[in-house]
């Protein structure tokens, strides 16, 4: 399964934590880590200075304690645990995938299971609990849904408009 995944498994990039203004790019690929980082200042000294990058690989970043560190200050102990996992050869598939393409299989569930789902990770909860979720859940799965009433949902939120002219207990959710 690993084939499916193409040369870069993470890339990630942002400004620095302040009062720094530097940007820095994270890529983790197939076999390494790389850190590449631009001084932003305006002072001429700093003007026209190369970015810095750091390579190593998987190995060697799990091993030693600066470029973890430096990973962790710049964008967080959350990408530190992904790039650790990564460097491992633990990857998460379900977290590649594109909203669009998560949205199309939480069109198959039921919403109960979909209750579950949104428990597994931070990303899932975002999801399910997405306005995007809640719209496709009332167009494909409530009959009696028209399209006069987009403007009420779109006022009202999907979700709120859902469980306020939709749902009953008795009745399962989208299907």
């Not at 980082?37 to 600066?66: E, N, Y």
């Not at 799965?141 to 009202?156: K, L």
Request: glycine share 6%; with cysteine; charged share 25%.
């Amino acid at each position: 399964m690993a084939s499916l995944l193409g040369d870069h498994l993470f890339q990630f990039s942002g400004q620095g934590p302040p009062p720094s203004k530097d940007y820095f790019q994270l890529i983790v690929s197939r076999n390494e880590v790389i850190l590449t980082s631009w001084k932003i200042s305006v002072r001429l000294g700093c003007k026209g200075v190369a970015p810095k990058q750091q390579k190593i690989s998987h190995h060697d970043f799990l091993q030693q304690k600066m470029l973890p560190q430096e990973v962790e200050a710049v964008f967080g102990d959350r990408i530190l645990e992904h790039t650790k996992l990564l460097c491992q050869g633990k990857f998460d598939y379900l977290e590649r995938l594109t909203d669009d393409i998560l949205l199309k299989i939480l069109a198959n569930l039921e919403l109960k299971d979909t209750t579950q789902l949104a428990q597994v990770s931070q990303r899932f909860r975002e999801i399910c609990d997405s306005e995007k979720f809640w719209e496709q859940t009332v167009r494909n799965g409530c009959a009696d849904f028209t399209r006069d009433m987009e403007g009420i949902a779109s006022a009202m939120g999907w979700r709120k408009m859902f469980f306020t002219f939709f749902h009953t207990s008795g009745r399962k959710g989208q299907q």
